[in-house]
C-alpha cells in the first residue's frame, strides 16, 4: 500500500476539498488547471459559495455576504476581472453620508468632514508602533487630532469617535477596538486604488463564475468543477491517523478516501468542531491559532421599497447617539440596535436600503424574529430620521453566526492571538506524513498572512495550497 501511495501522480492522487467557498473552488480550479484528475469538493450547504451568496431580492439580486472588491493594485480578484466590465466604481459616493443625532440634528458638512478626517487620520501607519490595541491607539490619536483642529463641540466628536469605532469594527470583523491587534492592522496589505468596487447588478457570484469558467447566466453550471461538488455532504470526521489516506466520515455515514484533502472551512466551524473532526487531535499549534484568532459576526439588512424613500441628496446616515438616549436604549429590549451603525443606499438597486450591525448585538440579533428586527430598526428610523420612513415591501436580514456552516463572517487577529504567539501561519501549516507528503491542507481567508477577512485573502490561501500539491508532484518527478 505503501508503494502504491509513492507512485500516485497528478493523474492518479486523489484530492478532496473541504468548502465550496471562493478558497475552495480557487483551489479546486487551480488543480485541474495544474493538470489534477480527480479533484472534488465536499460542501455542507446546499449550494456553493461559502459566505459569498449572492440571492434575489429587489429588482435584481444583493449579497448576503461579501459584495465588495476592495482595492485594485495586489488584489487578485480585481486583477483577474479588470478587463471584463464586471466591477464599477463607488468613487465618493459612500463619502457623502449623512450624520445624524439621536435628537434628530444633522451634523454640517462641515463638522463632519473635520470629524471624520480627524478619525481616518489617527488610525496606526508606523510599523514601529506595533503594540497594544487599535481602539486605544486610534482613541489617543482622534483626540490629539482634534487639538489641532477647528474647533468643534466636544459631546458631538465623542459620539463620532463611538460611531466609527463601530464602522471599523465592520472591517475587523470585531466585537469592539480594543481587542484588535494593532500589529495585525499594520500587517495587513492595502490594496490601492478604489476600495469599494461593486458588482454591479449581477452580485458577487458573477466572480464565481469566471473563477470556475462557468457560463454566466446559467444557474446551474459550474464550469471547470460541473460534476465535481456534492451539496449538503456535512462532514463528521477527518481521520488523519494512517500514512497511507485520509478518511472522511460524513453526517449521512457515507466514508470517502482520500490522499489529500484541503479544508477551506470557517475559522468558526474549527472553533466549534476541531476537537470531534479530526482524529487524531490536530498539533498545539494549529489549536492554538484556532483559539486565538478571532472569528467575528457583522451582518446586514435590506429593505425594498415601492419607491427610494430617502430624500434625493441623501445616500444614507451614520447614527451617533446622545448619552442620555443611549442610556434609556441600554436598559430597554431594543439594547441591541445600538450597534447598528448606520444605512445606505444600495447601488444599481434604486428602491433598496442596506443597514449594518456588528459584533454581540448582531448576534444577539439573530435570536430574534424577523418581524421584531423590523420592528426595531423602524423605532430607530424614528428615533433619528427627521423625515418619515415608510414600512418597506420586503425586508431580509443576515445570520451568520446561527449557521453551523459559517459559525461568523470573518476572522481577525486580536491582541489574544499576539499573547499567544500564534497567527494564521500556524492554522496555514498542513499536516504531513512521515515521508513530507501533505495529508491535510487547510486553507480559507483565516489562514491568510496578510489579507485576512477578505475574498481575494480566501482565493490567495486556495492557490496556495494547489501550488503545495502542484510541487509536491513536480518535484517528485524530478527524482
Same mark, same amino acid.
Given at each position: ?16 476539498? /473541504?468548502?465550496? !467557498? ?8 487551480? #488543480?485541474? =488547471? ?17 459566505? /459569498? ?5 429587489? &429588482? ?30 463607488? !468613487? ?17 458638512? *462641515? ?15 508606523? $510599523? ?19 487639538? %489641532?483642529?477647528? $474647533? ?7 459620539? %463620532? ?31 490601492? !486604488? ?6 454591479? &447588478? ?21 464550469? #471547470?468543477?460541473?460534476?465535481?461538488? +456534492? ?48 482524529? $487524531? ?13 478571532? %472569528? !467575528? ?11 427610494? $424613500?430617502?430624500?434625493?441628496? @441623501? ?5 451617533? @447617539? ?10 430597554? *429590549? ?25 459584533? =454581540?448585538?448582531? +448576534?444577539? %440579533? ?46 481577525? +487577529? ?50 496556495? *495550497? ?14
Amino acid at each position: 500500500m505503501i508503494n502504491s501511495i509513492n507512485r500516485r501522480t497528478k493523474q492518479t492522487a486523489r484530492i478532496v476539498i /473541504i468548502g465550496a !467557498g471562493p478558497s475552495g473552488i480557487a483551489a479546486a480550479t487551480r #488543480l485541474l =488547471e495544474q493538470g489534477f484528475k480527480n479533484v472534488s469538493i465536499l460542501e455542507a450547504e446546499d449550494r456553493i459559495g461559502g459566505r /459569498i451568496c449572492t440571492v434575489p431580492f429587489g &429588482d435584481s439580486v444583493v449579497d448576503k455576504g461579501a459584495q465588495w472588491c476592495h482595492g485594485e493594485t495586489g488584489n487578485v480578484v480585481y486583477q483577474l476581472v479588470k478587463d471584463l466590465n464586471v466591477l464599477d466604481r463607488t !468613487g465618493d459616493v459612500m463619502k457623502a453620508m449623512n450624520f445624524v443625532r439621536s435628537n434628530k440634528e444633522v451634523l454640517s458638512n *462641515e463638522n463632519a468632514f473635520i470629524l471624520a478626517a480627524a478619525f481616518e487620520g489617527s488610525l496606526p501607519t508606523s $510599523p514601529n508602533e506595533t503594540n497594544g490595541s487599535l481602539g486605544d491607539h486610534l482613541t489617543n490619536n482622534y483626540w490629539n487630532a482634534l487639538s %489641532m483642529s477647528p $474647533p468643534v463641540d466636544q459631546t458631538i466628536a465623542k459620539e %463620532m469617535l463611538e460611531t466609527g469605532k463601530k464602522l471599523r469594527c465592520s472591517f475587523t470583523a470585531s466585537d469592539n477596538l480594543f481587542e484588535v491587534s494593532k500589529r495585525a492592522h499594520l500587517e495587513f496589505e492595502m490594496s490601492d !486604488g478604489e476600495f469599494l468596487l461593486n458588482w454591479k &447588478d449581477k452580485g458577487y457570484r458573477s466572480f464565481l463564475k469566471l473563477l470556475m469558467k462557468a457560463k454566466p447566466n446559467a444557474v446551474d453550471d459550474l464550469g #471547470l468543477l460541473n460534476g465535481r461538488v +456534492r451539496l449538503n455532504k456535512r462532514l463528521a470526521e477527518i481521520n488523519y491517523a494512517s500514512d497511507i489516506q485520509v478518511k472522511l466520515r460524513c453526517n449521512d455515514g457515507e466514508v470517502l478516501t482520500a490522499d489529500h484533502v484541503i479544508c477551506t472551512v470557517s475559522l468558526g466551524v474549527l472553533k466549534e468542531q476541531h476537537s470531534q473532526l479530526f482524529v $487524531p487531535a490536530l498539533p498545539e499549534a494549529k489549536v492554538r491559532a484556532i483559539k486565538g484568532l478571532k %472569528m !467575528g459576526t457583522v451582518n446586514k439588512f435590506y429593505f425594498e421599497y415601492a419607491t427610494q $424613500p430617502l430624500p434625493d441628496d @441623501w445616500i444614507g446616515a451614520n447614527f451617533l @447617539w446622545l448619552e442620555k438616549d443611549l442610556d434609556e436604549l441600554r436598559g430597554s *429590549e431594543r439594547f441591541w440596535l445600538e450597534s447598528v451603525f448606520g444605512f445606505h443606499r444600495v447601488l444599481h438597486q434604486p428602491r433598496l436600503l442596506q443597514g449594518w450591525i456588528i459584533g =454581540e448585538h448582531a +448576534r444577539y %440579533m439573530e435570536t430574534l424574529t424577523e418581524e421584531e428586527v423590523l420592528e426595531g430598526l423602524q423605532w430607530l428610523f424614528r428615533k433619528f430620521l427627521p423625515f418619515n420612513m415608510p414600512q418597506p415591501q420586503r425586508f431580509l436580514r443576515t445570520q451568520w453566526n446561527s449557521n453551523p456552516s459559517f459559525r461568523g463572517s470573518y476572522s481577525s +487577529r486580536t491582541n489574544y492571538t499576539d499573547e499567544l504567539r500564534t497567527g494564521p501561519w500556524d492554522l496555514a501549516t498542513p499536516l504531513l506524513d512521515q515521508s513530507g507528503r501533505p495529508k491535510v491542507q487547510f486553507a480559507g481567508e483565516a489562514s491568510s498572512n496578510t489579507h485576512f477577512s477578505s475574498v481575494h485573502g480566501a482565493v490567495e490561501a486556495g492557490w496556495r *495550497e494547489a501550488d503545495r500539491l502542484n510541487e509536491y508532484y513536480s518535484s517528485r518527478n524530478k527524482l
